[in-house]
T-cell receptor, first 115, second 113 residues
Framework: DAGITQSPRHKVTETGTPVTLRCHQT?????MYWYRQDPGHGLRLIHY???????DKGEVSDGYSVSRSKTEDFLLTLESATSSQTSVYFC??????????????FGPGTRLTVL | AQSVTQLGSHVSVSEGALVLLRCNYS??????LFWYVQYPNQGLQLLLK??????LVKGINGFEAEFKKSETSFHLTKPSAHMSDAAEYFC???????????FGAGTRLFVKA
């Protein structure tokens, strides 16, 4: 299994509070991704990173920000959590991003509940 | 724009029966196509991928999928279902040269004894 950990694994928070989720990898892969998984929607890309300090928006980026100060860590921040952000969040990594042989490896997920 | 449609949010088969999970895609350029499996409370694991080599792709756990350009389909099959195959399966597409992978809504497979 790819060395990807996510923390925390579970979190319950209240509307309006800031939340930061962490993804840590030991594979030295260049690309990292944050997805959210909701019933009936599959996985939707929130943000991704193609290197240290290089990030870009995905399809559902509103209300989220990210940071990547080191290759191994990719942080997802909800500045002011809302109930619509209750979801399961997955981090993924990949080595090259756009080659035909590139594969995304997924972390175990973080279940976030916003009350 | 890319999109993926998985037909059937739930599929139920008997143990030993054929598994067929359907996936149709839309892409303006030749795509890369993937099937992932997710077991309860786990992340996604790659089953197989199509990257423009052979149209019949074999994956792990006895699964295979066939790329049919004329039908824009990439259906997943397994000749004989096992209880351990019960999971959720996601089809995904990525444009060649693109970074972003688009996932289908998922199909939950139930296997009856």
């Amino acid at each position: 299994d790819a060395g990807i950990t996510q923390s925390p694994r579970h979190k319950v928070t209240e509307t309006g509070t800031p939340v930061t989720l962490r993804c840590h990898q030991t594979e030295n892969h260049r690309y990292m991704y944050w997805y959210r998984q909701d019933p009936g929607h599959g996985l939707r890309l929130i943000h991704y990173s193609y290197g240290v300090k290089d990030t870009d928006k995905g399809e559902v980026s509103d209300g989220y920000s990210v940071s990547r100060s080191k290759t191994e860590d990719f942080l997802l921040t909800l500045e002011s959590a809302t109930s619509s952000q209750t979801s399961v969040y997955f981090c993924a990594i990949s080595e090259s991003g756009d080659s035909s042989t590139d594969t995304q490896y997924f972390g175990p997920g973080t279940r976030l509940t916003v009350l | 724009a890319q999109s993926v449609t998985q037909l059937g949010s739930h599929v139920s088969v008997s143990e030993g029966a054929l598994v067929l999970l359907r996936c149709n895609y839309s892409s303006s350029v030749p795509p890369y196509l993937f099937w992932y499996v997710q077991y309860p409370n786990q992340g996604l694991q790659l089953l197989l991928k199509y990257t423009s080599a052979a149209t019949l792709v074999k994956g792990i756990n006895g699964f295979e999928a066939e790329f049919k350009k004329s039908e824009t389909s990439f259906h997943l099959t397994k000749p004989s279902a096992h209880m351990s195959d019960a999971a959720e399966y996601f089809c995904a597409v990525r444009d060649t040269g693109g970074f972003k992978t688009i996932f289908g809504a998922g199909t939950r497979l139930f296997v009856k004894a």
